[in-house]
């Protein structure tokens, strides 16, 4: 009897000891010099004062003066600008050289990462709650929907520093107001990134976690804050928001 309780002591120990790996996600999503920017766009960036970006902000093809609401200053060597709105430079497609060319590969390497994690295949969930989100607790995957998606109440989103996750979302993406995207476990914005094919609209005082690949126009409404990347295939609308890169 005794001999057998130590076996099972013995068995405990060793579970204890090499817990279950949980699963990590998807292989990550490779941005190239599109994760040089907090914000990069195509056909525009502008802001409702005041807005406040931590981090750079690019625009190809579009010129600098699709940079509006900004008051940009240029700098002298030509090269970017400056604005009272961004922690970090403002880069447009008419800048000096070689500024375009650097914006246009970081353009090509956004169009790329879109075009990767928008078709990996095998998804964890396919149309989980038929869109509506709010309220869930997802771990670690790749997640599709062949729809919109609505987040109503806070998603939280439960992991390690190492798990990824990958939403294909093949509609628009919209927060509510106030709602809230919640990392636990140590999981990283840098590590989640939303495909978006349709428009993304932010809430007005919501707050968002990831990397936003839109295929269409992204746009945080009054007093949204955003831990991550916009990198639109179109234009980025930040209305008395906030965008700060992530780590």
Not at 146 to 156: F, G, Q, S, W
Request: charged content about 5%; overall charge positive; hydrophobic content about 45%.
């Amino acid at each position: 009897m005794l001999g057998v309780l130590c076996i099972i002591l013995g068995i405990l120990q060793l579970c204890n000891a090499n817990p279950p790996t949980p699963a990590l996600g998807p292989s990550s999503v490779f941005l190239g010099f599109a994760a040089n920017y907090a914000v990069l766009a195509q056909s525009g960036v502008s802001t409702v004062p005041q807005s406040h970006v931590i981090g750079d902000i690019g625009l190809s093809p579009a010129a600098a003066s699709f940079l509006t609401g900004f008051s940009i200053t240029k700098r002298a060597t030509g090269l970017s600008a400056s604005s009272v709105q961004v922690t970090g430079s403002l880069f447009a497609a008419d800048f000096t050289t070689p500024t375009p060319l650097n914006l246009n590969n970081a353009v090509g390497n956004m169009i790329t990462a879109y075009n990767d994690a928008s078709t990996r295949v095998n998804p964890t969930s396919l149309n989980l709650g038929a869109g509506g989100i709010g309220g869930l607790t997802l771990a670690p995957g790749l997640y599709k929907w062949t729809t919109v998606v609505n987040i109503a109440t806070d998603l939280t989103l439960s992991g390690t520093p190492t798990s990824t996750w990958i939403f294909q979302i093949a509609g628009g993406l919209t927060t509510a107001s106030s709602s809230k995207i919640i990392l636990k476990g140590g999981a990283l914005a840098k590590n989640i990134v939303w495909a978006v094919a349709d428009t993304v609209v932010v809430g007005s005082g919501a707050h968002f976690e990831g990397i936003i690949l839109g295929q269409t126009s992204v746009t945080l409404l009054s007093g949204a804050t955003h831990n991550g990347r916009i990198l639109s295939q179109t234009a980025a609308v930040l209305q008395q928001a906030t965008v700060r890169q992530p780590t």
